[in-house]
């Protein structure tokens, strides 16, 4: 067998749209539970409730000084407009600073983006409307797609007004051209659905009340078949599980397959808040997100303090494994438990694949790259779920702890370095 045939052939298995709160997620977490039924191990699935939304709607025209319609996607939970829409005056007020918004009362704007300061000026400064923008200029039609976005319910907590997501090149004409006016309509349903985490668990031989934390995201975003993002990760950890059930560790071992992590790591943050007494004995966690890419470079992503990333650094140059360096925040399922005060690492590769679009699809993915991913992490692991004393302090320097407060405030994300 080649390097890495089980994890790219399980990849292939959930190769396929899983977005949160579906069936075709439901699917995937069934195919995960059998994975670690046929290892030996116990599954559980555990159901958890999203917010979303029913989408009916979505227009818009330009009206002055000329008429043209537009593609739009309405962006969710944003709230609706009237049945016949809203027509008023329209400005670009690029990243919606209090100057930009100074006279945008009762008018629809057109921002770079929304973030949670960003929407709160937006609401506050009498806006009837919003268009943002995704993609880039010269994306062909037949080749990409609008984003379709949701406001997640932080970005909500000030109110809403209704907004659209255009093509980037849609926008750049209605600033060139001139528009002054235009009439969009959203009407779209708040719904909740059901979303699913899947768990397994090895207990240790000596220390069992110590655990060690997996995780990683399967489902996908609501475009594509999610292979990078993050089949891959997913494929990682059963790697994992299969090595340790084979091997049993020391220390007990968890493992956690998210869902609904691309609406804002909603699976991750509903299992650290339904069992507190199982992140208590969490004394690290490694989480693996969008591995596996044929090109590209290793990133190793430490939530923690500098003895965690020499730690790790020591043991990517015991087994020559190249990746780059990242302290901070990584914005994926281990976040909420760093939160927590639980260490994280995070494993992750950055190259040519189609994260967050049609094309993230499995070719440009490698099975020798999935297992050099989980050959770093056994050989970190390895050392640390055997040793005497666990050799990696349970802490969070005061710096980190701020930049993970600003994450799930703001959603600043931590810089690669």
């Known amino acids: 067998m080649k390097r890495g045939q089980y994890q790219l052939d399980f990849l292939n298995k959930i190769a396929f749209n899983r977005y949160g709160g579906t069936d075709d997620e439901l699917r995937a977490a069934n195919i995960i539970a059998d994975e670690v039924r046929a290892l030996g191990g116990e599954p559980v699935i555990e159901d958890f409730e999203v917010e979303a939304f029913k ?6 025209a330009v009206t002055k000084p000329y008429y043209k319609e537009i593609t739009v996607e309405g962006v969710g939970r944003s709230g609706s407009t009237a049945e016949e829409g809203i027509t008023a005056p329209f400005v670009y007020v690029e990243n919606a600073d209090e100057i930009a918004l100074r006279d945008v009362k009762g008018k629809i704007i057109m921002v770079n983006n929304t973030g949670y300061e960003t929407y709160k000026r937006m609401v506050n400064s009498g806006a009837v409307g919003f268009a943002v923008f995704s993609g880039a200029f010269n994306d062909a039609e037949e080749r990409s797609d609008i984003d379709k976005r949701m406001l997640r319910p932080l970005i909500t907590e000030n109110g809403t007004i209704p907004g659209v997501c255009m093509r980037c090149a849609e926008a750049i004409k209605l600033v060139q051209e001139g528009a002054t006016e235009v009439t969009m309509t959203v009407k779209q349903e708040n719904v909740k659905n059901t979303s699913r985490n899947v768990t397994a668990f090895i207990k ?89 890419t044929t090109l590209g470079y290793g990133l190793t992503l430490i939530t923690g303090d500098q003895s965690l990333r020499d730690y790790a650094e020591s043991s990517a140059r015991e087994i020559g494994y190249t990746t780059r360096w990242v302290m901070g925040v990584h914005s994926s399922d281990s ?19 189609g994260g967050h679009s049609r094309w993230d699809i499995v070719w440009p993915l490698s099975g020798d790259t999935l297992e050099r991913a989980t050959d ?18 349970r802490k969070m320097p005061d710096d980190m702890k701020e930049k993970l407060e600003n994450y799930f405030r703001y959603g600043k994300k931590v810089e690669k370095k």
């Not at 989408?55 to 818009?60: L, S, Y």
């Not at 489902?219 to 990078?228: E, H, K, L, P, Q």
């Open 55 to 60: 989408m009916e709607k979505a227009t818009f």
């Open 204 to 292: 240790g031989t000596d220390f069992p009340e110590e655990e060690i934390l997996f995780t990683a995201h399967y489902d996908s975003t609501i475009y594509g078949n999610g292979a990078w993002d993050n089949a891959s990760g997913s494929a990682n950890i059963l790697e994992m599980f299969k090595y340790y059930k084979a091997n049993p560790p020391r220390r007990s071992m968890r493992f956690i397959w998210c869902g609904s992590e691309e609406q804002g790591l909603l699976g991750s943050k509903a299992y650290a808040e339904a069992h507190p007494e199982e992140v208590e004995k969490f004394v690290l966690c490694m989480n693996f997100d969008m591995t596996g």
């Open 335 to 353: 976040a909420p438990f760093a939160k927590l005060g639980v260490p994280a690492i995070g494993i992750a590769r950055d190259g040519q694949a």
């Open 376 to 393: 770093y992490a056994k050989h970190i692991i390895d050392k640390a779920a055997n040793s005497e004393i666990f050799p990696i302090e």
